[in-house]
Structure formats: C-alpha cells, structure tokens
C-alpha cells in the first residue's frame, strides 16, 4: 500500500535533489567528450524518452478505454521532450529554445509537483521523475556541452510559437473528445500542483496564459543574470 504523495515529505525532496544533481552534473562528462560518445549519448537519451512514451501510451491503454484521449505525446512536456531530440540530432536552435523555456518549467514543475496520486516509491511516480528528468538533461547538454545561449528577444518568439500550438490543441481536443486534456485545457490534473490555486475550469487557462508569460521573461532574467556573472568570472 502506497502513501498519497505529500509534496513537504523527506522522501519527495531527496528524489528531486537526485534528479537534479543527475540534471546539472551527467552533462558534464561530455563537455571533454569524444563525438562518438556524444553520440551515444544523444541515441541512448533518444531510446529512452521513446520508450517512456511508449510505456506511458501503453499503461494508459491498459487503463482507459480510449487511449487516444490520454496517452498520446501531445502534452508541453511531450513537445520539450522531441524539440530537444530534434535539437540534439539538428542542432536547430529553435528546438532548443522551446526545451529551454517549456523544458525547464514544464519539467520543472513536474518534478516539484509530479501528476501522480501516490509518491515514492509508487511505479508512476518514479517514472514521472525519471522522464521528466530527460528533457532537462538534454537541456543541460544543450547549455554546457554545446555552449547555447539565450538572447533577449527569445522569449516573446517561444510565446507567439506557443500560443499557435495552443490554438491548435485545443481543436485536437475537441476532435478526439471530451476525454481528452493535453496540455490541461478542460480540466486540472490529478493531485497537488500550481493549478490547485487558479481558478474554476476554463478560466484557469487565462491564469495558466498569464504565468507563463511571467515565467518566460523570469527565466530569461535568471539566465541572463547567471552567464552575465559566468562571463564576468571567465573574464
């Protein structure tokens, strides 16, 4: 019998330092790195979100009677997710900075606030931090390895890409049915997390809108504080 998760216990806190010390130092290896173990690296973190997708689609096949509603890899962390694959493989820098901004909060977030009912060690919610954890060790990569940087007017392009996407899942929703909430658009997710304090159903989407704005310039402000003071250490 499994605990509901409690997001102030020592169990949640010490899976989540793990992860992010995982985050912060595994790239680290690769910044001296031959390419053919950056290589390995890209194909291994490629296997290992595609088979945690396919885990997730499957288990919620399992579940439900209608998959398509729930399992498919549209939500924004999903799209982190194979923005920073694509990244990696193309070193496109669009698909970089999507996994930045929506990498880095989505991700974030979930791993703060994991969707889950149940915490450690319930199945799922391992499975929630170690997937999550991928798109913000791409990210890492990304920043360390290959050096990217993030300039000024980045954020309000990441918003108006996004608010397109958004446009467009809120049509796959309605065509796949009632069931379906990628990206949270009809209903808030199952246990505690930052929609908890937003208001009723749809209006929490204004909310949601307005945040990420915030959180789009906030965290452009850190990163340009933080390598302003990394430059300044360098020099």
């Not at 694509?86 to 791993?111: C, N, P, Q």
């Not at 246990?191 to 209006?203: A, F, K, L, T, V």
């Amino acid at each position: 019998m499994y605990n509901e998760l409690e997001l102030i216990s020592l169990s949640h806190f010490l899976s989540t330092l793990v992860c992010i010390l995982v985050i912060i130092y595994l790239p680290r290896y690769f910044i001296s790195s031959s390419e053919s173990k950056k290589n390995i690296f890209k194909i291994a973190l490629l296997c290992l979100i595609m088979i945690n997708d396919g885990f997730d689609f499957y288990k919620t096949a399992y579940i439900f009677e209608n998959p398509w509603q729930r399992g498919l890899p549209l939500h924004m962390c999903d799209f982190s997710a194979y923005s920073i694959l694509v990244y990696l493989f193309t070193k496109i820098r669009i698909f970089f900075l999507f996994a930045f901004f929506w990498g880095i909060w989505g991700a974030g977030f979930a791993l703060l606030t994991p969707d889950v009912i149940y915490g450690f060690p319930y199945f799922e919610y391992i499975q929630s931090h170690i997937g999550h954890s991928f798109i913000l060790i791409g990210v890492s990569y990304a920043l360390q390895v290959d050096k990217q940087k993030v300039i000024r007017s980045d954020p309000f392009r990441i918003l108006a890409i996004t608010t397109l996407l958004l446009a467009a899942i809120y049509v796959v929703n309605a065509f796949i049915g009632m069931g379906a909430n990628y990206w949270y658009v009809n209903f808030k997710p199952e246990g505690d997390s930052i929609m908890n304090w937003m208001r009723p159903e749809p209006y929490h989407m204004i909310d949601i809108y307005i945040l990420a704005i915030v959180l789009c310039y906030l965290l452009y402000f850190i990163y340009y504080l933080f390598d302003k003071k990394t430059l300044k250490n360098n020099g």
